[in-house]
């Protein structure tokens, strides 16, 4: 299609573990296509593994493409197969027009030149002419901040001072393609800033560019659509903020439970302490219509309801309800006594239901920890796995632990007002 800037079509890369096997594979593949034969690409041998598995996406012409996942996702690899570092061992890589790259710190830099000296060369492996860079070198150096360092070898240099230069130079080319990698999160904030405003430049300019970054406001600030990978395979592709929500949401499942069918709303996987006269029957999640499910959105109403049986009365009970996220860091916690809710006695088989109008918590799963006591404090019963909650984002998301209820108040003249500002 005449307006798709990158097409990735069916793309895998493998590596080796061993540097020694993966020289002499090497030489074997060399040796072998010399002499018109097959290196069996597809095929793993001893010690390899895909770094990258059959992913496809396309570009179009100035649009934003953010790529996240976990560290050894294959990010940095598919920007280097698309800016041609790598050769892909299956599939296809199509690159229209000129690419401007800033995938490692330093990258294209000779330790040994001076700063003014590594313009010109990284100018030149970027595609500029001589003409070119004295064009517009003013401006790189003027972007790049390094003042007096710039008749120094760069290997004096600090990594900052590498990304800024490194960045400044990429950014003049005049690409029609720009890659981005996490280097920008070496820099500080007033040069991120600064290079955010020169992507939203390009981004005028309908120059496309790809990004990759652990942050996920960047991500949703600066991109039109973001590929989730996993372990070198598509997990997702959508809008910024579905894709975010995906990726905590694996990050948490990762770090709370690491079987997804335990993160359901039925009986609780943990039986811990609790007494011969209480049993706590059974713990589920409820949705605003009384259906049990699995899966809520942040702002969604929710229900906790806990099932229990009560062999001996007991007096003045408190239920105590308490969320942690996957750091098993307390989000809330929630003491029915605290809330005005006063139980005379449990007996016999009964139920008590914790209830929020608007979840607040943020895509992620959530271990729910219940707790009743007695009317001295004294623990019935202490059930630490009792459900797990598992939100995946919802229409309040933006980044964060979790929702915070909220209003807007704009005041401005009544000239500034009719033209430059609504509230909703």
């Not at 004295?134 to 360092?149: C, P, Q």
């Not at 991109?223 to 990050?251: F, K």
């Not at 690491?258 to 007494?275: L, N, Q």
């Not at 860091?329 to 139980?343: A, K, L, N, P, Q």
Request: charged letters at 25%; hydrophobic letters at 40%; proline letters at 2%.
């Amino acid at each position: 299609m005449q307006d798709v800037e990158i097409a990735l079509s069916h793309v895998s890369k493998k590596y080796c573990k061993s540097l020694r096997r993966s020289m002499r594979y090497g030489i074997r593949d060399i040796c072998r296509n010399t002499c018109g034969m097959s290196s069996h690409s597809h095929v793993l041998r001893k010690e390899e593994f895909w770094a990258v598995n059959d992913v496809s996406f396309e570009v179009q012409q100035g649009e934003a493409l953010g790529l996240i996942g976990a560290n050894g996702s294959g990010k940095s690899t598919i920007l280097k197969l698309i800016n041609g570092i790598f050769w892909p061992d299956i599939g296809k890589v199509a690159v229209r027009g000129k690419v401007g790259a800033l995938i490692e710190v330093g990258a294209g830099f000779h330790t040994m030149l001076t700063g003014r000296e590594n313009v010109y060369l990284n100018g030149a492996i970027l595609g500029m002419t001589k003409a070119e860079v004295n064009e517009k070198f003013d401006d790189i150096v003027e972007f790049a901040e390094i003042g007096d360092f710039l008749d120094t070898p760069v290997k004096y240099y600090s990594s900052g001072m590498f990304v800024k230069l490194g960045f400044a130079v990429a950014a003049h080319c005049d690409p029609d393609v720009l890659l981005v990698d996490e280097v920008l999160a070496v820099g500080d904030i007033a040069f991120r800033r600064k290079c955010f405003k020169r992507l939203k430049e390009l981004r005028d300019e309908n120059v496309t560019w790809i990004i990759v970054s652990h942050d996920v406001g960047t991500i949703q600030a600066n991109t039109d659509r973001v590929v989730l990978l996993n372990q070198g395979e598509m997990a997702y592709v959508g809008s910024p903020e579905d894709a975010v929500s995906e990726y905590l949401y694996s990050l948490s499942l990762k770090k709370v439970v690491p079987d997804r069918t335990v993160a359901r709303g039925a009986s609780p996987p943990d039986a811990g302490h609790r007494t011969a006269d209480f049993e706590v029957d059974r713990v589920v999640l409820l949705d605003k219509n009384g259906h049990e499910r699995e899966v809520f959105t942040t702002g969604e109403a929710l229900a906790v309801r806990i099932e229990f049986t009560a062999k001996k009365k007991i007096v003045a009970p408190m239920f105590v309800v308490t969320f942690f996220n996957g750091d098993n860091e307390i989000c809330s916690e929630s003491v029915s006594t605290f809330d005005g809710v006063r139980i005379d006695k449990l007996e016999g088989h009964g139920s008590v239901t914790f209830k929020t109008d608007s979840l607040p918590l943020y895509s992620g799963i959530y271990r729910l920890y219940l707790t009743v006591r007695d009317v001295s404090f004294g623990p019935i019963a202490e059930i630490a796995h009792a459900a797990y909650v598992n939100v995946q984002g919802g229409k309040h998301f933006t980044a964060g632990t979790f929702y915070m209820q909220h209003s807007w108040d704009v005041e401005l003249e009544e000239e500034a007002l009719g033209q430059s500002a609504y509230v909703t």
